[in-house]
């Protein structure tokens, strides 16, 4: 078996660790709530939380499911921040979700050194993070998550 040796990589979340991310992106309950209706998660069998931070869309995602009596989809949790991950990780303990360390620009998974597959997501979520992404590179983000989407998605 090869040893891969991973990216050593940081993010200014590294350093802030636990903070409210909507308080500070001013997210309303009421923007949240409409967001996940624009998302029907009661028509998607999987998704894809990007950029997902410590995982507080997922989270209300599943207690959107649950108070509407929605059988919740598969939710993948892919973060660049190892930190962030971590903290997702204990947060979404009690559900189903998949956190996953890696990069929306290239979809990989660093801690199984490989890419997400193509066409299994029904729908990708980018809340807040998409504004990290230098506009020279916003085109590999977008094009990442049309690779991951299904046809239709």
Known sequence: ???????????????????DQDAVNGFSEQTLTAMLDIVNPGQASRILDAMAGNGNLTSRLYDYCEH?????????VLEFSRVQCELAKAQLVDTPAKVVWGDILTMEDYENDESLPESVFDRVMIKSG????????????????FRVLKPGG
Not at 130 to 145: K, R, T, V
């Open 68 to 76: 509407r009596e929605l059988f919740p989809p598969d939710v993948v």
């Open 130 to 145: 998409n504004h990290e992404i230098p506009l020279s590179q916003q085109l590999d983000l977008y094009n990442g998550i």
């Open 1 to 19: 078996m090869n040893v891969v040796e991973l990216p050593e990589v940081t993010t200014a979340y590294d350093t802030v660790g636990v903070y």
